[in-house]
């Protein structure tokens, strides 16, 4: 399905940047230092309670940041690349620790490692290709692919979805199909993603 292009004036369209420094980005270096700060030593010391603390950080930061930044009328696309290279930042040194600390769920952390470093990463900053303040407004770009990875349910369950499977399953198997699921939809969006701009290019 080819949705319609986003012109100058849609929702959550930034008509210019108002600089880098403010709350929100404030918010998302902190939240990501304190982060990393507790997820290196929980690989060290082989901690559970602090690879926890490291993830509810991340979590709770990552919420405040886009928050304070709506609230304060402080979205900025800047900031929004930000957010998106620190969770890279915090989700790689957690899951880490995950690793360290429950060898057994290698598997699937690893595979959702790829997908979110990678394919998830690419998908997260293609919103710079329209005039949309971050991934939150692409629903004016694409409804699916916005419904699939940004909408409030989709995000809470890419991101907390696997911690949670491999804390409680006494298997790697379902935390291992629950990645390569997640990887699926990440790649499915990415492809219309794509397919869309080269709809907008011949159309150019």
């Keep these: 399905m080819i949705e319609r292009p986003v012109t100058r004036g849609s929702g959550g369209v930034v008509a210019a940047e108002s600089g880098f ?14 982060s ?9 010391q082989e901690s559970m309670w602090l690879a926890v603390a490291a993830y509810l950080v991340y979590w709770v930061g990552d919420m405040l940041d886009g928050m304070t930044a709506r609230w304060l009328g402080q979205e900025t ?3 929004a690349v930000f957010d998106i290279v620190s969770d890279r930042a915090c989700t790689s040194l957690c899951a880490a620790a995950l690793i360290v600390l429950l060898p057994g769920m290698a598997l699937p952390v690893g595979i959702f490692l790829a ?6 990463c690419m998908l997260s900053l293609a919103f710079l290709c329209w005039p949309i303040s971050s991934p939150n407004y692409f629903y004016e770009v694409h409804r699916g692919v916005y419904r699939w990875n940004w909408s ?8 907390g979805g696997l911690v949670v499977l491999v804390l409680v399953s006494p298997t790697p198997l379902w935390p291992a199909l ?5 990887a699926a939809v990440k790649v499915a969006s990415l492809v219309a993603v794509g397919r869309l701009l080269a709809d907008e290019s011949a159309r150019a």
Excluded at 115 to 120: A, G, L, R
Excluded at 152 to 159: D, F, I
């Design 21 to 34: 420094v403010n709350v929100p980005n404030a918010v998302t270096l902190v939240r990501t230092v304190v």
């Design 36 to 44: 990393v700060g507790l997820a290196v030593p929980a690989i060290v």
């Design 77 to 79: 696309r800047a900031g």
């Design 115 to 120: 997908q979110f470093m990678v394919v998830d």
């Design 152 to 159: 409030p349910p989709a995000k809470a369950l890419n991101t």
């Design 178 to 182: 629950f990645a390569v699921a997640v």
